[in-house]
């Protein structure tokens, strides 16, 4: 496996599901018992299924989304990614700005893939202007 | 090479550095050029840049608690999270005032070359001071 072309395929995936709804081709590349550690979120998402409703959820509370992804390094079955995005806040969600609030996000990702499919991935960095001690209840 | 090896060896270089000053064990770790590209400070170059920037945490901060784990890696890469306890010092300008508690959650990403670190990355979070006032302060 050509990890570059993964990590690539990734990419084109999430792009498919934050901006066409199209879940179909991040499925094929995520075990479905995959875990994703969010460390600024202090907390796991577990299984493809929770991912998608992780998106989903994401995708209703924000407008305007701007997304960049960076291929950082690979090899083998490893491979990091730096995400920047912008996040236009509706308003509805607790902790998040309100409506028409820039949200800031700045990660590193590190996936971990076994058999062709990611298996683990885990995701620190931060997320300007969330009033975490709220957003997190 | 065994990176699960070279990463306890790393974190040993690391506690040696921060917590007494000792700095060959990282050296032998890294190669000269080696860039860290640190999210919250920008890019530290070489390893002269990552010693300086150590040294200015020893003396920006006392008490200072390190928790480095392991979380995989394959062949010249691997990823470690680190987890930070930090007292200000109340030295260095843009920190809080003395006896003030920071904390630290971030990811490293590390790749190795002819068993050196050539490069790595690091992105998370900090608590108890802004840090982009900070970097700003440092700045002028």
Same mark, same amino acid.
């Given at each position: 496996m050509n990890i570059k072309a993964f990590a690539g395929k990734f990419i084109k995936a999430e792009d498919e599901a934050w901006k066409n709804n199209n879940i179909k081709p991040l499925e094929a590349i995520e075990r479905p018992d995959v875990v994703y550690h969010f460390y600024f979120l202090g907390a796991d998402v577990n299984g493809f299924a929770a991912h998608k409703q992780q998106i989903f959820d994401s995708k209703a509370s924000y407008s305007d989304i701007r997304q960049e992804w960076g291929y950082l390094a690979g090899e083998g079955n490893l491979f990091g990614l730096l995400y920047k995005a912008r996040y236009i806040s509706n308003g509805t969600i607790p902790g998040l700005p309100p409506a028409g609030g820039e949200v800031n996000v700045n990660a590193i990702f590190l996936f971990l893939v076994k058999k062709g499919k990611i298996a683990e991935a885990w995701v620190n960095g931060t997320m300007a202007n969330v009033d975490f001690n709220v957003y997190l209840k | 090479?065994?990176?699960?090896?070279?990463?306890? +060896?790393?974190?040993?270089? $690391?506690?040696?550095?921060?917590?007494?000053?000792? *700095? $060959?064990? %990282?050296?032998?770790?890294? !190669?000269? !050029?080696?860039? /860290?590209?640190?999210?919250?400070?920008?890019?530290?170059?070489?390893?002269?840049?990552?010693?300086?920037? %150590?040294?200015?945490? #020893?003396?920006?901060?006392? !008490?200072?608690?390190?928790?480095?784990? /392991?979380?995989?890696?394959?062949?010249?890469? *691997?990823? %470690?999270?680190? +987890? $930070? #306890?930090?007292i200000s010092s109340g030295k260095m300008p843009g920190m809080p005032p003395a006896d003030t508690e920071i904390t630290t959650n971030s990811l490293f990403l590390f790749r190795l070359k002819h068993s050196r670190i050539i490069e790595a990355w690091n992105n998370g979070s900090w608590k108890g001071v802004d840090i982009e006032a900070f970097v700003k302060t440092l700045k002028k």
């Amino acid at each position: 496996m050509n990890i570059k072309a993964f990590a690539g395929k990734f990419i084109k995936a999430e792009d498919e599901a934050w901006k066409n709804n199209n879940i179909k081709p991040l499925e094929a590349i995520e075990r479905p018992d995959v875990v994703y550690h969010f460390y600024f979120l202090g907390a796991d998402v577990n299984g493809f299924a929770a991912h998608k409703q992780q998106i989903f959820d994401s995708k209703a509370s924000y407008s305007d989304i701007r997304q960049e992804w960076g291929y950082l390094a690979g090899e083998g079955n490893l491979f990091g990614l730096l995400y920047k995005a912008r996040y236009i806040s509706n308003g509805t969600i607790p902790g998040l700005p309100p409506a028409g609030g820039e949200v800031n996000v700045n990660a590193i990702f590190l996936f971990l893939v076994k058999k062709g499919k990611i298996a683990e991935a885990w995701v620190n960095g931060t997320m300007a202007n969330v009033d975490f001690n709220v957003y997190l209840k | 090479m065994n990176t699960k090896e070279f990463a306890e +060896k790393f974190i040993k270089a $690391e506690d040696e550095a921060v917590q007494k000053g000792n *700095f $060959e064990p %990282l050296k032998a770790l890294e !190669d000269p !050029d080696v860039v /860290y590209h640190m999210s919250a400070f920008g890019d530290l170059i070489g390893h002269e840049g990552h010693k300086q920037n %150590l040294m200015d945490g #020893r003396q920006a901060f006392s !008490d200072i608690k390190m928790e480095w784990q /392991y979380l995989t890696g394959e062949g010249n890469l *691997f990823a %470690l999270s680190l +987890k $930070e #306890r930090l007292i200000s010092s109340g030295k260095m300008p843009g920190m809080p005032p003395a006896d003030t508690e920071i904390t630290t959650n971030s990811l490293f990403l590390f790749r190795l070359k002819h068993s050196r670190i050539i490069e790595a990355w690091n992105n998370g979070s900090w608590k108890g001071v802004d840090i982009e006032a900070f970097v700003k302060t440092l700045k002028k």
